[in-house]
């Protein structure tokens, strides 16, 4: 993710508490799990609570915080009780929990927010950008020339501060987020902020290789075009069994979040093809060191 845009100041008033999307989604696949053993469909099981199917449909995929009230009628439905009821009600009260981006959630859109709970949350995270360089390996001169460039006016220190700190999920302890990045080279030849900004940059991807949890591959323009024509791409794992992983497609002013098992594979495939074909990790370092001397 390049930039972001704002959409006007404005306090988040979500519960304290720790990030809500491990727990929605523990808690989505529980619930769908509970209402099928029970042979229940979801208009049946919405119409026992007075509910709409549309909403247990977006619990059951974890897309949003609910009413522990909601829950306890559904796990009442489904049979559920004792300690099982004691844990699920429990996670339904986790769902509305503060999520790390809300004191900035002005400089959010809407559709990027499951990503960067997400994000915090992964064990890995694999992504394909050819544009620009990605959020997590980016200078703070870097973003902050993509952030002037978009006419992020005012607010620019703000979102660089806030890019940093996002990039702390590679240095958290004890389990820093692994990170692997195919990077189309086009975007180390696409000029910005000036040469010294470029040059910064590439030194700082250069010194992120060495970290053991950072991986970077480069690929040239004519196959990141043939394997994965229709733009960035990015895969998210967590570290809970049985969680399905995320994927993130960021498009002009808004993004993609597939959640059909064919559609997961399919993204994984692509990765893994970009990944045969891109130049091998250990390779990066001399590259980009040749890239520099153009700067």
């Not at 700082?204 to 970290?211: K, M, N, Q, S, Y």
């Not at 950072?214 to 990141?224: G, S």
Request: with cysteine; aromatic share 6%; net charge positive.
């Amino acid at each position: 993710m390049a930039s972001v845009a704002i959409t006007g100041r404005r306090r988040y008033t979500g519960a304290q508490g720790g990030d809500p999307l491990v727990p929605r989604m523990l808690l989505a696949r529980r619930l769908r799990e509970l209402r099928e053993a029970a042979g229940l469909s979801r208009a049946r099981a919405a119409r026992a609570i007075s509910a709409s199917d549309s909403k247990v449909g977006r619990l059951e995929l974890g897309r949003s915080g609910c009413k522990p009230r909601d829950v306890a009628a559904l796990l009442t439905v489904y049979g559920a009780d004792g300690d099982e009821r004691t844990t699920l009600l429990a996670l339904a009260e986790q769902t509305n929990a503060r999520p790390w981006w809300a004191d900035d959630a002005d400089l959010v859109p809407s559709w990027v927010r499951p990503y960067l709970t997400a994000e915090q949350a992964a064990k890995l995270v694999r992504t394909f950008e050819t544009r620009y360089v990605p959020g997590l390996l980016q200078t703070e001169d870097y973003a902050r020339a993509l952030f002037v460039a978009g006419g992020s006016g005012p607010d620019v220190e703000r979102r660089v501060e806030f890019r940093t700190r996002r990039q702390r999920v590679l240095r958290r302890r004890p389990r820093p987020l692994n990170l692997w990045i195919v990077l189309g080279e086009k975007a180390l030849w696409r000029p910005v902020g000036g040469p010294a900004t470029m040059r910064a940059q590439i030194q700082r991807i250069i010194e992120l290789c060495r970290r053991p949890n950072v991986t970077v591959q480069l690929v040239p323009d004519a196959t990141c075009t043939a394997v994965a024509g229709d733009g960035p791409l990015t895969l998210v794992r967590f570290p809970q069994q049985g969680l399905a992983d995320l994927v993130y497609l960021e498009r002009t002013g808004g993004a993609r979040y597939p959640v059909r098992p064919a559609e997961v594979e399919r993204h994984w495939h692509v990765f893994n093809r970009l990944v045969t074909e891109a130049s091998p990790p250990e390779h990066t370092p001399r590259r980009l060191a040749s890239i520099l001397t153009t700067y």
